[in-house]
Nanobody, 123 residues
């Protein structure tokens, strides 16, 4: 399974970005999807997750109410709509895939990762 992120860029505080993740194939160990981010000098952290049907979504406290995760299974795409962006949202954003089980907020639960897309928010 290959994951390719796109949509990153440089925006001002308060702006918006929409990240996309293209998935090469759905497999039993890649049905739930997550977004993580990593700022320089910091550990990779959970941002958001979504189950197969889209009926369950999960968010880090720091982004809840500002970010929205969604997916289009037919097109093999996962999205992260990011609004009201803040400088602390700056980092490399990674798309990841995991099976139907396990803690979605931990990096070790994920079987596949993309290479990431840079998001930079200027103050």
């Amino acid at each position: 399974v290959q994951l390719v992120e796109s949509g990153g860029g440089l925006v001002q505080t308060g702006g918006s970005l929409r990240l996309s993740c293209a998935v090469s194939a759905w497999t039993p160990d890649s049905v739930r999807m997550g977004w993580f981010r990593q700022a320089p000098g910091r550990e990779r952290e959970f941002v958001s997750g979504i189950n197969w049907s889209g009926s369950l979504t999960y968010y880090a406290d720091s982004v809840r109410g500002r970010f929205t995760i969604s997916r289009d299974n037919d097109e093999k795409l996962v999205f992260l709509q990011m609004n009201n962006l803040k400088p602390e949202d700056t980092g490399v954003y990674y798309c990841a895939a995991t099976s139907s089980y396990g803690n979605m907020e931990t990096t070790t639960s994920y079987n596949y990762w993309g290479r990431g897309t840079q998001v930079t928010i200027s103050s």
